[in-house]
């Protein structure tokens, strides 16, 4: 994406958490344990088409509707469930219309930190670094307290919902492996970006998860 910064003129500074971080499903039909359990159902989705190529490649039904439907379109059938992060899901009691959640954390809500480029440019050097310190520090925090939010409001979802269930690692991963390639598809056909640039974004991901891991051991393991 060389060039893509500068246009717009925008410093990155970090990703936070936005909206309670991984999310769960929640719905009316049956408990969610495999992929194969989503299949058939009717699964709102934000007016996303990234959602919607995801939740369809699951074997689901999606219906892209604004949040101020959706308690309407569970309680009415409209749709069968929904996702969101479990601290949403507590917080606008969505188990009063929905029976069953399951924590698959197929998608993590996040947020870009950016500020200007020319207004950073113009502070004096110790202000910038001021402005990065607080921001790396700030990012740390949020995603400890996300973290924090997040475990605690899944265990009240285990109490308020009638059933919970945490997907294990190994069907999450069989869930990314099966939308990996609805959503590529969906970003270069439908959003435009280079299939070269995306296979690439997703071999540096991959580098770079590797490349932690194995500073994590040298660091703390050995």
């Known amino acids: 994406m060389s060039g893509t910064v500068e246009a717009a003129d925008m410093r990155y500074l970090g990703t936070f958490d936005d909206g309670g971080g991984f999310v769960a ?15 058939g159902l009717n699964i709102r989705t934000e007016e996303n088409p990234a959602h919607v190529a995801i939740m369809r490649s699951l074997g689901a039904s999606a219906t892209p509707l604004p949040w101020g439907e959706l308690i309407t379109a569970l309680e009415t ?3 069968d469930g929904q ?5 949403l899901n507590t917080t606008f009691n969505f ?22 480029e020319s207004w950073y440019q113009s502070l004096p050097e110790e202000h910038q670094q001021a402005v990065i310190s607080s921001a790396r ?19 009240e979802s285990c109490e308020r919902f009638e059933e919970c269930y945490l997907m294990p690692d ?12 609805a959503w590529q598809e969906w970003i ?18 991959e580098r770079v998860g590797q490349q932690l891991a194995e500073d994590d051991y040298r660091t703390y393991g050995q």
């Open 25 to 39: 499903f929640t719905n009316n039909v049956r408990l969610i344990k495999t992929v194969e359990d989503l299949e």
């Open 188 to 205: 270069v056909d439908d959003f435009g970006m280079a299939e070269a640039r995306v296979q690439g974004l997703l071999d540096e991901v």
């Open 95 to 116: 188990d009063a219309v929905t029976d069953y959640t399951t924590l698959t954390g197929h998608v993590y809500n996040s947020a870009p930190w950016v500020v200007s």
């Open 83 to 87: 996702f969101n992060a479990p601290v």
């Open 77 to 79: 059938g409209l749709a």
């Open 137 to 155: 520090e700030a990012i740390q925090l949020s995603h400890g307290m996300s973290g924090a939010l997040a475990t605690a409001s899944w265990v």
């Open 170 to 181: 190994a069907e999450r991963e069989r869930m990314a492996e099966i939308a990996r390639p």
